[in-house]
């Protein structure tokens, strides 16, 4: 029985369980520890399961899990980039691993559409059409990039405008404006959802520079800690749904014009491990 091809795959521990279960069914004695084994190490008979389980990998053992797996040339380069991606310790990291992944995938179907990672790539794309949404621009590609905090290059904004037209989500009206269309991206497969991370990402970061900014227009910033059951949890993450449906029905039903672009981040995050 053959495994999934790697390339199907945004988390390189998947993909270990999944090759993992495809070997054990057409070989029963192959044990997870003689996995380890076949990793050099003899006497750890664990270090396969807790690699699974959430074990930093270090290059060493990428290289031999390269071998124990029989990749390709291009199956390891995908490989050894997956770790550096699901093991990146900051947002740059992330990306520039990331980038590296879109365009190592060899897998046909699952090819991004390049407009497509370039409209996610950047915070300011989704901001712009928001504001071509509410003001009037036509060639003043200056002034549209001075609308941003935190401000964008001129550049950055005639090509994200010229992006959003490739893409069909703006076009000009009769008197050369350029307006939002009623067109939306679809986020339906895992690597979309993984351009999608990448962008609440820089929306958190967004948040961080709000934050540290001096005093302006109005913001408001809020923590909490706190201890919750189980059934208590399930209910706050209901009631934090049902609140961000409320706030899009407010923006949406606002009897005044909108005249300015917010950016709403919400978090919640665990701070201990579960039992």
Not at 140 to 148: F, K, P, S
Not at 239 to 254: G, M, N, Q, T, Y
């Amino acid at each position: 029985m053959e495994h999934a091809s790697i390339f199907a795959y945004n988390d390189f521990r998947l993909f270990l369980r999944d090759w993992w279960t495809t070997r054990n069914a057409s070989d029963r004695e192959l044990t997870k520890s003689d996995v380890s084994k076949r990793l050099g190490l003899p006497n750890t008979r664990s270090y396969f399961t807790d690699v699974l389980a959430g074990k930093k990998v270090t290059e060493l053992f990428v290289e031999r899990f390269t071998q124990v797996l029989d990749l390709t040339v291009d199956e390891a380069r995908y490989f050894r980039t997956l770790v550096q991606f699901n093991q990146a310790e900051t947002p740059e990291e992330r990306e520039v691993a990331f980038d590296r992944l879109v365009s190592l995938n060899r897998t046909p179907y699952r090819r991004l559409d390049p407009k497509e990672y370039r409209y996610y790539k950047s915070w300011w794309n989704g901001a712009l059409r928001a504001v071509l949404a509410i003001e009037d621009h036509a060639e003043d590609w200056e002034a549209l990039a001075a609308r941003l905090r935190p401000a964008i290059t001129t550049k950055q904004a005639k090509d994200s405008v010229l992006l959003m037209e490739e893409l069909g989500l703006v076009g000009r009206d009769e008197h050369g404006i350029w307006k939002p269309t009623e067109t939306t991206l679809s986020t339906g497969n895992d690597i979309r959802d993984e351009m999608v991370l990448q962008l609440q990402m820089q929306q958190f970061e967004l948040a961080r520079h709000a934050i540290m900014s001096p005093p302006g227009p109005p913001r408001d910033f809020a923590t909490s800690t706190l201890h919750v059951s189980q059934a208590g949890l399930a209910h706050i993450r209901e009631r934090l749904d049902k609140f961000r449906s409320e706030v899009r029905s407010i923006a949406h039903k606002d009897p005044e014009p909108a005249d300015r672009v917010y950016s709403l981040c919400l978090a919640f995050f665990p701070l201990t491990q579960e039992r």
